[in-house]
């Protein structure tokens, strides 16, 4: 009968036991919370209720009911939530298997259905697993520019993280009890299996091999793990010699180049369609509309208008970001005051084209909290040089706090009020 | 009598539902499951339904099954040399091993490298290099700990 997997003499690891899986399903339950929370912010981030032009998921219904006014400061906000998103979600993939791994027992366990409601628990564990590996496997490949998902990322991963969400938080009420009361035997130092010897399928292996390592021994392999995980990432978040500590994710290690336009780049101009003939200086115009009609503006036309300064990151939804460039240009507030907007109203959202030829968001739509921030810049210099060709030359959106891909290149319309 | 009889098939109906508060608490839960899993499999329907089936299955009766055999085995194959205490020293650096090459699998396989030079302006070149390094670095740590303990221990005069 050993011979099966659903004898419980099969499963021999001593390390596996209820206290193992309580203190993952607890790191796992503060995790997974985390990831839930950032991810809706850059959900939230995008302004997907602001324009049909922003939002990848326009049947998101009821889920899209706590969006809100995506704010401008702190500056580094959307690069903390997305870093802290991505890094961490690498991390707990360690966890997230050795979890799997604690409880796999149960999968064979017999009787498969004990009764209606354990039916219905087991069909939701299929959500719950289904669930977490799907948006696992969904944000790594997607960091990794790796489509081989069926569709776009944003609706799979956003709709794939509320069918995850059901079924955890039915889970934790389901489980936290027992997954606390465990780890509280364990902190007082009780022998394991005394307390639980009434509950059937304990996860205790009645006839263990002799150990290879301690349970201590498998906690610091998990968190080992998590460890390898999360300093070959973390540094994408950040430049310089951080950077090159990332030797395995997409965005560590060198920078793509040199100089003032030597940071990280996330679409070069080659790869969205840009034709340089149209990005030319002499060919290049800016279209600004507004209540009081159209104006065209030239390069050296804009040049000539009051330049801004504003020190400003990069941060991409893939989670690596720079840190803060020092860009150069025409404020968008006073671009919208050419074109009527020069009351003391607030400022009007506004509708930006690119030059891109190919990918998503090159019409994008930004709110009048942000045309309105000083620091919001149609800039034309980046570290005191003009911009390169794959950060958008002549010019580009920069605006705090925003989702990188919300940072238009290479714009060639600004259409204000138009939403 | 009769109020007996319909006690024991009440504590019957009981044993065959479960726990009501279960049942109400995955109502719930399935009702909001089902709201966005429509949503979900909106497009490409069969497909993603694949994926998100498909990943617990390949993990729960593919990847586990596999990686533990390969752990029993190696345990016995230790063993059988006697070294059975070394099982942490080949574990350790060959678990931490797979797993980055799990999870950066298409960085490093090379199938995503055009699209990822193209895109970003950066070398996809070298991560399968950066990932063998990192592995007999793993392996040469694990090695040196070893060694070390094995180290003849000088004994106090």
Known sequence: MARFPSSPAFWRSPVRGPRFTSVLGLVLLAGMSVLFVTGLLSYAAYNPDLSQVNDQTPDKGLLGFYLFAWPTDPHWLYRLTQGVHVTLGLALVPVLLAKLWSVVPRLFALPPVRSLAHALERLSLLLLVGGALFEFVTGILNVQLDYAFPGSFYPLHLYGAWVFLAAFLAHVVLKLPAALRNVRALRAGLEEGEEQQAVSGTLLAPDPDPPTMSRRGAFWLVGGGSAVLFGTSVGRSFDGPLRETAVLSPHGGPEPGTGPNGFQINKTAAYVGIDPREAAPEAWRLVVTGRSGTVRLSLAELRRLPLHSAALPIACVEGWSTADQWWRGVRLRDLAALVGYDGPEDPPDVLVDSLQRRGAFRRAALRGNQVGDARSLLALDVNGEPLSADHGRPARVIVPAAPGVLNTKWVTRLDFGAL | ?157
Do not use: K
């Open chain 2, 1 to 157: 009598m009769r109020r007996h009889m319909s006690l024991m098939s009440l504590g019957r109906l009981r044993a065959v539902v479960g726990n009501p508060f279960q049942l109400l608490l995955l109502a719930c839960s399935f009702a909001l499951a089902g709201y966005a899993g429509v949503r979900l499999l909106a497009g490409e329907t069969l497909q993603v339904a694949l994926w998100f089936v498909g990943s617990a299955l390949l993990h729960d009766l593919v990847l586990l099954p596999l990686y533990a055999t390969v752990d029993r085995a190696a345990v016995r194959l230790l063993g059988a040399c006697g070294r059975r205490d070394w099982t942490p020293y080949v574990r350790v650096p060959a678990l931490l091993s797979c797993l980055l090459l799990l999870v950066w699998f298409p960085l490093i396989s090379g199938r995503v490298d055009a699209r990822y030079a193209g895109a970003t302006g950066l070398s996809a070149d070298g991560f399968l290099a950066r990932w063998l390094l990192v592995t007999a670095a793993l392996f040469a740590a694990s090695a040196l700990l070893l060694a070390l303990r094995l180290r003849p221990r000088r004994r106090p005069r």
